[in-house]
């Protein structure tokens, strides 16, 4: 199901973004805050994970090349603007691209009549949620 492998690619590099962060965080409050987020993500991760077959787990998983670019753009961003205010933006900012992926989906869930599995209502909640703790660092 799309919702799914839209889940994992979103997790996946929401994931990978605050592994890239966490080098370049000094304040330890915001530090554990966005391990916590990546240790939820990762719960999401899996759980959406355990619902497709094998070849769409290989379909929704980040390619190389993603992670890579993922990886220079964190790091370019974070090497000249470690601020916890920044990276907070630079979260957000990512968080609401999560959101506006997995509405899509739900949208066109909804034109077809497909029922939206409970996940999808409670990843743009915890993205929501994300984002408010992390305004507390702008």
């Known amino acids: 199901m799309k ?6 690619k ?14 370049y965080c000094e304040e330890q409050s915001f530090k554990d805050l966005i391990m916590s987020q990546q240790a939820e ?4 991760y899996s ?17 190389v090349i993603e992670k890579t670019m993922l990886k220079a753009g964190v ?5 000249f603007n470690n601020t916890s ?10 968080y609401t691209m999560g959101v506006e992926s ?9 034109k077809d009549g497909t029922e939206m599995p409970s996940i999808a209502s409670e990843i743009i909640k ?4 994300c984002s408010k703790a992390l305004r507390e660092y702008l």
């Open 47 to 63: 759980r959406a994970l355990c619902e497709l077959n094998c070849e769409e787990q290989d379909q929704a998983k980040s390619g």
């Open 102 to 110: 997995v509405q899509k989906c739900v949208n066109e869930m909804k």
């Open 3 to 8: 919702i799914f492998r839209e889940i994992v």
């Open 75 to 79: 790091n370019m961003n974070a090497m």
């Open 41 to 44: 993500l990762r719960d999401f």
């Open 85 to 94: 205010s920044h990276m907070a933006s630079m979260l957000i900012d990512g």
């Open 126 to 129: 915890f993205y929501d949620k």
């Open 10 to 23: 979103n997790t996946d590099m929401g994931i990978q973004s605050i592994t890239n962060l966490l080098p």
